[in-house]
């Protein structure tokens, strides 16, 4: 029906860089809101960058400043650009959107997750 997947991930040293990306394919009639959470272990599961549905973004505290949610409708796709990494970013980051299918055409779309993409920042 949907999927989500992730790309970019990887190993970087603090200080360093990545880029995440995200690509909504299937079923889809429209994207809602779309953005990032992100899980380390053993701890809850945070909302890290998001477009939401209402039309603005919304950043983790923590993030503010270092990282920057884009997004490219007409491919379906959303991207985090990770700048000034730091070892308390280590964790699997998954992409989240709410999408409306076109077998359902409903006022109100369904929560869909990637696989997860796993980031870990080295000291």
């Known amino acids: 029906q949907v999927q989500l997947v992730e790309s970019g991930g990887g190993l970087v040293q603090a200080g360093g860089s990545l880029r995440l990306s995200c690509a909504a394919s299937?079923?889809?009639?429209?994207?809602?809101?779309m953005g990032w959470y992100r899980q380390a272990p053993g701890k809850q599961r945070e909302l890290v960058a998001a477009f939401t549905t209402g039309g603005g973004t919304n950043y983790a505290d923590s993030v503010k400043g270092r990282f920057t949610i884009s997004r490219d409708n007409a491919k379906n796709t959303v991207s985090l650009q990770m700048t000034s990494l730091k070892p308390e970013d280590t964790a699997v980051y998954y992409c989240?959107?709410?999408?409306?299918?076109?077998?359902?055409?409903?006022?109100?779309?369904?929560?869909?997750w990637g696989q997860g993409t796993q980031v870990t920042v080295s000291s």
């Open positions: 299937g079923n889809i009639f429209r994207i809602n809101a």
């Open positions: 989240n959107a709410n999408i409306i299918t076109l077998s359902t055409l409903s006022t109100w779309g369904y929560d869909y």
